[in-house]
């Protein structure tokens, strides 16, 4: 059973950089099959994708954010990551780490909730 | 990006009823379409990809119809598990691009 679980600083300043890792158990994140994909969804809004990397390091990213989001990929710790920079409290959201088939994402992470405020 | 645009984006049901959300997309996807359900403070669940193909486990009442820029979620008979959100998802073009969600909400 495949399982995702993000980590990182739940609060970050105004005009700083977000930081998340997802670790992936269960599955490798080198398989041919899969991306590796964030999303995120305001509170009480609706789902936004960030965007998503291949175990090669190809990515992906949303044109709305590409300007300030890199997503890595480490796949001697099976692990994936964010990194978006000039955050305000728009970026304020619960962020998901996911595997995306291309056709489906079918596993997700529990989310983590990140708190822009200074 | 393609637009996904959900209708409603709220029902009201009872338990046991038939219940039909629509997802149209802004230009044609062929079956790109996922359906996922999302209860609160959870990850979504996917429920339906390409289109019509029910996801290993979901009970059978739920199904999906559609092809091209109009899809169709149906729930046959409402069960009290099935109060949440419902978001459709293309995966035709990158970015990929969800609809707005619909809401199930108890009658």
């Known amino acids: 059973q495949v399982q995702l679980q993000e980590s990182g600083p739940g609060l970050v300043k105004p005009s700083q950089t977000l930081s998340l890792t997802c670790t992936v158990s269960?599955?490798?994140?080198?398989?041919?099959?899969?991306?590796w994909s964030w999303i995120r969804q305001p509170p009480g809004k609706g789902l936004e994708w960030i965007g998503y990397i291949y175990y090669s390091g190809s990515t992906y990213y949303n044109p709305s954010l590409k300007s300030r989001v890199t997503i890595s990929v480490d796949t001697s710790k099976n692990q994936f990551s964010l990194k978006l920079s000039s955050v305000t409290a728009a970026d304020t959201a619960v962020y998901y780490c996911a595997r995306d088939s291309r056709i489906l994402i079918d596993y997700w992470g529990q989310g983590t909730l990140v708190t822009v405020s200074s | 990006d393609i637009q996904m645009t959900q209708s409603p984006s709220s029902v009201s049901a009872s338990v046991g009823d038939r219940v039909t959300i629509t997802c149209r997309a802004s230009q044609g996807i062929s079956s790109w379409l996922a359906w996922y359900q999302q209860k609160p403070g959870e990850a979504p669940k996917l429920l339906i990809y390409a289109a019509s193909t029910l996801q290993s486990g979901v009970p059978s009442r739920f199904s999906g119809s559609g092809s091209g820029t109009d899809f169709t979620l149906t729930i046959s008979s409402l069960q009290p598990e099935d109060f949440a959100t419902y978001y459709c998802q293309q995966s035709y073009s990158t970015p990929v691009t969800f609809g707005g969600g619909t809401k199930v909400e108890i009658k």
């Open positions: 269960g599955g490798s994140i080198s398989s041919d099959d899969y991306y």
